[in-house]
């Protein structure tokens, strides 16, 4: 596995996922990191974009996927922005922080997060794929759920 790797940091998006209701009506700031390990040298040899993830792509379908679809738990948020990162076929790991500052906590903190870290292995279906290695062609919120382990062995 290649130890390459682009990292886009703070992403910063207003969405409505939480377990409680004022959560849901009034939204809060989200913040992602997302990491992706890929293989960079035939993008560097070939000074060519379609060799490797586009980070302004990869942004605009993390920033979507994050924004749409309200959910109760930041670790279903933080799979999905996973899904999306293995949407681009080039991406062979992945790491998501998905960050909630505006947790509703009722002690002071600066930050609540949760990070998960998959492999292509964990997303035998991929998701749909994004032409090419940049991923030009695909819709955001095409990403697929890591399959069970039923799943798997079907």
């Not at 700031?29 to 980070?55: E, M, P």
């Not at 002071?108 to 292995?121: H, K, Y």
């Not at 964990?122 to 794929?129: F, K, L, M, V």
């Amino acid at each position: 596995m290649t130890t390459d790797s682009i990292t886009l940091t703070g992403l910063r998006v207003n969405a409505h996922h939480g377990v409680f209701d004022f959560e849901r009506e009034n939204g809060q700031d989200f913040i992602i990191d997302v990491t992706v390990w890929l293989d960079l040298r035939r993008a560097a040899s070939g000074d060519d974009l379609a060799q490797t993830v586009h980070y302004g792509e990869l942004a605009v379908a993390v920033t979507d996927a994050v924004a749409d679809n309200p959910v109760d738990l930041i670790e279903t948020v933080a799979e999905r922005v996973a899904g999306v990162a293995f949407s681009f076929a080039a991406v062979e790991r992945a790491r998501v922080t998905l960050h909630k500052p505006q947790a509703p906590i009722p002690v002071f903190f600066e930050d609540v997060a949760v990070q998960i870290e998959r492999t292509r292995a964990d997303y035998p279906r991929g998701g749909a794929s994004r032409g090419g290695a940049s991923g030009a062609s695909a819709a955001a919120d095409a990403a697929a759920a890591p399959a069970t382990d039923a799943e798997a062995s079907a």
